[in-house]
């Protein structure tokens, strides 16, 4: 061979290798920590639907993105460590579908964008406003006064005569107080009193249930948090048993056999954040991206439940309803 054409061999090699290696290297995998603040099958059915919202944008599970999920079990104290633990592992983005969840990524990094589905995001300080965020937390927010003040306008014509309405909450959840504030704005309005009865933990849903009764409570309206979630068939039992018509936030009471439930899906909010973690991985920054709101509410109630207590459906919510469990 001679020395000219070994010489222009030899170039060639040296610029078709690099791009030979270059075209086998694998796609970056990104990885994306998502934190439940509930557990059991509603955990697991959210973190389902962040992947089906994935699964839409085009992102293979496994193959080019990942989700690590870790769920509180109703547990809000735990939602640090497992924050920490997915910081730990440097993902690309953190999702929460709760307030604490988001307060606690948002304290944990300032550099990790931050999809959340959370509630009152401007009042707990999650971000500057919703139509320019700023900082590293964007995503959907689920907290609307008028959806409060329906729950209880639901209950009132449910409950013929109401006059007093217990309210579970939890003191330890920040975003509590504003859902109180706005019940009792409500309330006045329609001259109902409120009794609020405190659960912190598991343990307290009984005592909760029990000074209901005793402080003649007719209803009872239950704020959504981790805990509430999680332990959801016990609410739904106690309910039952002091005979308090309930009213939720989430569908899934009613499926489990409280009596009505009325918001936004949280299935759907979840899928809907997928959207959050594409626009971030293709380069867009949270603070730029607006909070949505919710555009849907769910009005479903269980016909069953209504005849145990012995409660007629009014025809004004059966027409509203979204779906009538029989």
Known sequence: MKRREFIALLGGAAVAWPLRVYAQMPPKIARIGYIAGGGGTMAESMVASLRKGLSELGYIDGQ??????RSAEGRSERIPELVSELVGLKVDILVTAS???????????????????????IGLGLVASLARPG?????????????LAKRLEMLVEFVPGLARVAVLRNPTVAAHAAFWAATEEAARKLGVTLQAVDVRGPGDFEAAFAAAVRGNARALIALDDGLTIAYRPRI????????????????????????????????????????????????AKPADLPVEQPTKFELVINRKTANALGLTLPPTLLARADDVIE
Do not use: C, H, Q
């Open 99 to 121: 307030s604490p969840g988001a307060l606690a990524a948002k304290k944990a990094t300032g550099t990790i964008p931050i999809v959340m589905v959370a509630t009152d995001p």
């Open 64 to 69: 080019t993105i990942v989700v690590e999920f």
């Open 236 to 283: 739904v039992a106690l309910a039952a048993s002091t005979r308090l018509p309930a009213i939720y936030g989430l569908r899934e009471f009613p499926d489990d056999g409280g009596l009505i439930s009325y918001g936004p899906n949280f299935a759907d909010l979840t899928r809907r954040s997928a959207a959050y973690v594409d626009k971030i991985l293709k380069g």
């Open 135 to 147: 900082g590293n937390v964007t995503g959907l927010s689920y907290f609307n006064e008028a959806i």
